[in-house]
């Protein structure tokens, strides 16, 4: 019986489920948005809930709690000082369920999962190019002088010693039509 029990396990073992959950919620604090099933969404939505209240408390046990849910050094240092700051003025709500479209494959609801705030993300400055300096006339010519008694001597070579050029390689042959197009024709246009 499931009395009591409102979470949903999409058919799946426990230790699947949770490795499903686990998963969402580590995409969800690395890209700050996701998108999958509506009802992925709104489970996941609990979770991160749950995590983004543990980061708001930044002790040491609710950063083991979270460590355990996210399996990464790297996610809960996202997760505590990121994520958490945005929401110290908020008792909950941090994330929200948008519905989309319907999958293609088996007309399964789908749905964006993202927090509520975003973190602003700096854009680098460009970086100018140095600008290079403009040569004289003079030293252009001399520049200039010096390059064409190396193209003389390459000319002057035998032909012996000039690089061969490489044969062509022969083409690949058109494949043979298949068996439905030997049927029914290939298409105009192909």
Known sequence: MRH???TVRFGRQRSHYKATMRHLVSAL???KTITTTKVKAKETSRLAEKLVTMA??????????AYDVLR??????????????????????????LLTRNRRGDNAQMAILEFVEKPKVEIPEKKEKKKTAVKPESSIKADAMTERPAEKKEDHKKPSQLPKAQPEKPKKPQPKPGFFKKIFGQKKGM
């Open 72 to 97: 990464s050094r790297d996610l809960v240092a996202t997760l505590f000082n990121e994520i958490a700051p945005l929401f110290k003025e908020r008792n909950g709500g941090y994330t929200r369920v």
């Open 56 to 65: 708001k408390d930044k002790s040491v046990a609710s950063r083991r709690r």
């Open 4 to 6: 009591r029990k409102h």
């Open 29 to 31: 604090v690395i890209n």
